[in-house]
């Protein structure tokens, strides 16, 4: 028994020299479209993961781990891979991946469950605006309710006098189509042309559409689709004789356009599109940008090589940038028993970021706040002045073309 009684202070003592081994593991599901848009996937997969391994993945004694799942562009199967986080005692918060449509849906039912989004990608102008201070989703990408306005006065000064709007049919092509005709009709006193299209859109039915809007006299388009709808729209417009120029969202960036497109049909078009102003290609080096490019081609030697091996840039900058808020707001939270306890300390912290954190496109001054109709960016880390244009070389790499 004496042996025993002994043994235990030794016994405690060496698991308390364990406990730092014996981290936590905290989750964050990536919930994204790893099928039809890989490029945009790996893209933010691989910032997120850059800025993580500047920390070494941890906070304190906890590993922070990321949890990949493909929702396909479905957004039945993204409210499946929500209500598997709900459940999940270790799963801390949800990165998001490109498409609007299925947190549009369920902008209400995630706030209704508390369930904290990053966002680094989907645009959708209601993402962020659920209409209450309880309010869980968070972005730090292009927003269209700013979008909008940056592409309509972009294409105006490209001499555009009649453009016409082609846009996806979805919530996220409405809500753009109103945004844009809203700027348009500011400075043109009319209400610009639409022209809808469906997922899965061809390009012999996107000639149909590009011959008619050409006989009623426009002279560009505005384009927003997801990069497989708008490569319809993009070879169809280098097959016409009578070309014009496309202003596009950044949604074609989002999958290999370039590639699908090829040097030949790119040459024949004028194609620019919306992004943020931060390219590691044609913007003006820096410390960081210099750091960040070579510790994310240590950690993905195969696959980063040189710059243009970076599929969907942005994606990969706006997820750096967004995981640096995120581990800031970690940093400063108050953790309880669970991860899954810990959700409300995290929004909590993101809305109190008071402490300058240096990301890519800009130094982030309080970025979050609590939403209220007054402030209805609250949840915008970015705004219109962070816009830029961008366009493809010929080599496939992206750089910056206008900002604004």
Known sequence: MMCIKKLIPILFSSLMLLKPILSEEVWV?????????KSSALAIERGFLTAL???????????????KLDHRGNSVRSRNHMERFLEDEKALFILGGLHSPPLIKYRSWINDNKIPILVPWAAGGPITRHP???????????????AGK???????????????????????????????SKALKEVLGSIPTTVWFNWNTKEEGARIKLRDLLRKGHDGIILVGNAGESLAFCKAMASLENRIPIVSHWGITGGNFEEKLGTELLEKIDLSFIQTRFSFISSKGHDLSRSVWDRARKLFPEELKVHRDLKSPTGFIHAYDLAKLAISAMKKMEWSETPKMSRDGLRKSLESLSEPVTGLIKVYEKPFGPWSKDNIDAHEALGEKDLAFGRFRLDGAIELVKAN
Not at 29 to 37: G, L, N, V
Not at 132 to 139: A, E, L, P, V
Not at 153 to 167: D, E, Q, T
């Open 132 to 146: 209450s201070s309880d309010n869980w989703i968070f972005r730090c990408s292009v927003d269209d309710t700013k």
């Open 29 to 37: 599901y990536f919930d994204a479209d790893r099928s039809s848009h």
């Open 150 to 180: 940056v592409m309509a006065n972009y294409a105006l000064s490209k001499g555009m006098k009649k453009p016409a709007l082609v846009m996806e049919d979805t919530p996220w092509g409405k809500g753009n189509q109103k945004n844009v």
């Open 53 to 67: 391994s500047e920390i070494d993945s941890r906070i304190g004694d906890r590993v922070i781990k990321l949890k």
